[in-house]
């Protein structure tokens, strides 16, 4: 079955510190991937997307992901974190024209 | 460019009542779908349109959730008799057909049955 997992409920980084977000995906296929961001009290917030090309992708607000088909993962990451980032990370694989979302990570950024 | 809005933010109702979410999509999108997350768990989807067609139903979990999108604008889900089972935030979201693949998401509508 397709399916998508992040392996950690929560993510605790210091402001200024590289943080990493985890995903990994089981998908048939090559998988078109993505990352979403929900900020409190708001809606789900497009971040960045894998589909094909190159493996490091870039999106909004500094966020990168790097996807590793031999690990079938696509870790979010950036290099220096900001208080403002504190917020719920979805990390999703398309199956036809539906999303499959892991079950988010909240990341916490200390000051 | 406004984004996709969705009615009522907030929704308390009692077991048993009916209760109606409204969605409109980004102007222009084709595809409109509906998912739900509940008592903090994946997102899940409930179905997709394309226009006012209803493309993948899959999703929905039972006779009681009945969506429509009249004129392939905004849509509806309705919930009818809610159950306790039922709370959980519902989204919506809307994409282009000659899009990227991304698909644009509402706030919610945050139900609460009790």
């Known amino acids: 079955a397709q399916s998508v997992a992040q392996p950690e409920d929560q993510v605790n980084v210091a402001e200024g510190n590289p943080l990493t977000v985890k995903c990994t995906y089981s998908?048939?296929?090559?998988?078109?991937l993505f990352w979403y961001v929900q900020y409190p009290n708001r809606g789900l917030q497009f971040l960045l997307k894998?589909?094909?090309?190159?493996?490091l992708v870039k999106g909004s607000y500094g966020f990168e992901a790097e996807f590793n088909k031999s690990q079938t993962s696509f870790h979010l990451k950036k290099p220096s974190a900001l208080v403002s980032d504190s917020a719920l990370y979805f990390c999703?694989?398309?199956?036809?024209?539906?999303?499959?979302f892991g079950t988010g990570t909240r990341l916490q950024v200390f000051p | 460019e406004a984004g996709v809005t969705q009615f009522p933010s907030h929704s308390v109702i009692e077991k048993g009542q009916t209760v109606t979410l409204r969605c409109d999509p980004i102007?222009?999108?084709?595809?409109l779908y509906w998912y739900r997350r509940v008592m903090g768990k994946e997102i899940k989807f409930l179905l997709h349109?394309?226009?006012?067609?209803?493309?993948?139903e899959s999703g929905m979990p039972n006779n009681r959730f009945l969506a429509e999108r009249t004129g392939g604008t905004y849509s509806t889900l309705k919930v009818q008799p809610a159950e306790l089972e039922d709370s959980g935030v519902y989204f919506c979201?809307?994409?282009?057909?000659?899009?990227?693949?991304?698909?644009?998401f509402g706030p919610g509508t945050r139900l609460t049955v009790t």
């Open positions: 979201a809307s994409s282009h057909t000659r899009g990227g693949y991304e698909q644009y």
């Open positions: 998908v048939s296929g090559n998988p078109y």
């Open positions: 894998y589909i094909t090309g190159d493996n």
């Open positions: 999703a694989v398309r199956l036809t024209d539906k999303l499959i």
């Open positions: 102007s222009g999108h084709d595809n």
């Open positions: 349109f394309v226009k006012e067609s209803k493309q993948d």
